[in-house]
């Protein structure tokens, strides 16, 4: 059984991929990974209260990612994505990409996260970021590095 990946949509839906969009790009990124994941879809002013208080940023941010607590009873909570619509929006806009696009590339960004991927060291961020790339081509994206 694939993973559990369940929406909450606390902005109006404009601009915003449907649930099934969100749900499928996540499940590709997861791969054969089981557990519960929730996206949260937020304005600025929750994406930055977080990304203070978790990071120490005081700006709203594209994505963020918590990873879950294993459940004794149900499946392993693999963990949160909370995005900021307005940022991706403004994110695709200045890099000329098309905001489906972009879309895909924070989800797929973000369940990387959860799954322990991470870009702080180049080594890490050249594998997390072919990774991605392979990701999204197969969902039929280009790479989201290209420059």
Request: hydrophobic content about 40%; glycine content about 8%.
């Amino acid at each position: 059984m694939p993973a559990q990946v369940s929406i909450q949509r606390l902005v109006p839906a404009a601009g915003i991929p449907s649930p099934a969009s969100l749900r499928g790009w996540a499940l590709a990124a997861l791969g054969r990974e089981k557990g519960e994941l929730n996206i949260r879809i937020v304005g600025d002013e929750e994406s930055r209260q977080l990304n203070h208080q978790y990071r120490g940023k005081d700006k709203p941010t594209n994505v963020l990612s918590f990873q879950g607590e294993p459940e004794l009873e149900s499946l392993p909570v693999l963990g949160d994505l909370v995005i900021c619509a307005p940022v991706v929006a403004r994110e695709a806009a200045e890099q000329g990409k098309p905001a489906r696009a972009h879309w895909a590339h924070m989800v797929v960004h973000g369940c990387l996260h959860l799954l322990g991927h991470d870009h702080e060291r180049d080594s890490e961020a050249l594998r997390m970021e072919a990774l991605e790339t392979r990701i999204l081509k197969r969902l039929g994206f280009s790479d989201p590095y290209e420059r």
